[in-house]
């Protein structure tokens, strides 16, 4: 069965950087693109980007962008996103997500998200 | 880029059919025929439950149902059940890979 595992909580400073991983099981892990998604508590989904694991191309949110980096490791079916100069704004989960199939814009598969705490 | 528009909230009786709408641009909701609607109870991940606008994911009850006129879109949930009662968004393609959520709307089943 398809399994998404991502990393432990974290707690940060302002300014630092954080690396969250989700490790994939159950299927083809280059054959479907991850996407991270983030939710503030009490608020809304907001879309991130994506990484290919077969290219590497990645696709980033303007918000984002020069900010976060996503890269996978296809030796272990894993993918991480690192979000830096973080602020107490980015306190957050974090979730990676598969997509239905290669290209679809809709997820069927969740990590069970990673909260990532930004305080001095 | 802002999130796509959802009321905050919306209630209905046990039995009951409710809509939240989802009001985005010709950039994104009304340009593409790529519209989703995740479930999220709280502290769990987002299930989706319908996509490409229309289309119910698999094990999807048939009281769920999605539309979209111009740039905006609709989620309808029949026959209202103390289960509905959890928040849902919607996303939608918006051009050159990228996807864009909506605000969220907690549905309260009454």
């Known amino acids: 069965q398809v399994q998404l595992v991502q990393s432990g909580a974290e707690v940060k400073k302002p300014g630092a950087s954080v690396k969250v991983s989700c490790k994939s099981s159950g299927y083809t892990f280059t054959n479907y693109d991850i996407n991270w998604v983030r939710q503030v508590a009490g608020q809304g989904l907001e879309w991130m980007g994506w990484v290919n694991p077969n290219t590497g191309n990645t696709g980033y949110a303007q918000k984002f962008q020069g900010r976060v980096t996503m890269t996978r490791d296809n030796s272990i079916s894993t993918a991480y996103m690192e979000l830096g100069s973080l602020k107490s704004e980015d306190t957050a989960v974090y979730y990676c997500a598969r997509p239905m199939w290669r290209g679809a814009n809709q997820f069927d598969f969740w990590g069970q998200g990673t909260l990532v705490t930004v305080s001095s | ?110």
Do not use: H, M
Not at chain 2, 6 to 21: E, H, L, W, Y
Not at chain 2, 29 to 47: E, F, H, L, R, T
Not at chain 2, 91 to 108: C, N, R, V
């Open chain 2, 1 to 110: 880029q802002s999130a796509l528009t959802q009321p905050r909230s919306v209630s209905g009786s046990p039995g009951q059919s409710v809509t939240i709408s989802c009001t985005g641009t010709s950039s994104d909701v009304g340009g593409y025929n790529y519209v989703s609607w995740y479930q999220q109870y709280p502290g769990k991940a987002p299930k989706v439950i319908i996509y490409d606008v229309t289309k119910r994911a698999s094990g999807v009850t048939g009281r769920f149902s999605g539309s979209k006129s111009g740039n905006t879109a609709s989620l309808t949930i029949s026959g209202l059940q103390a289960e509905d009662e959890a928040g849902y968004y919607c996303s939608s393609y918006a051009g050159s890979y990228t996807l864009i959520f909506g605000g969220g709307t907690k549905l309260t089943v009454l």
